[in-house]
């Protein structure tokens, strides 16, 4: 529910859920062994609950690594933020 918050907090997040049953390729290509399964530009996975903090730091490091700066891009949104 975290990158769903995130993804309405901001235009520049987008999350998107899906039906492993329903959409069983897709589950196969990002190996989904487990849920909630989380991937993050492609890069970054979670496999089960995670902290949301840990979850939003790892947010942060992959948008520093999508946009090579090795920085956060910005700040988290107040809404964001727990």
């Known amino acids: 529910m975290t990158a769903h918050r995130l993804a309405l907090a901001s235009p520049r997040v987008r999350s998107t ?3 492993a049953q329903e959409f069983q390729e897709l589950a196969r290509y990002y190996q989904v062994s487990a849920v909630p399964k989380i991937v993050l530009n492609d890069r970054v996975e ?8 840990v979850f939003l ?9 999508s ?16």
Do not use: D
């Not at 891009?73 to 933020?81: F, L, R």
């Open 46 to 53: 979670f496999m089960g609950a995670v902290p949301e903090p």
């Open 17 to 19: 859920s899906v039906e």
């Open 57 to 65: 730091e790892a947010v942060f490091a992959a948008v520093a690594e």
């Open 67 to 82: 946009n090579g700066t090795g920085e956060p891009a910005s700040e988290a949104p107040a809404e964001a933020t727990p």
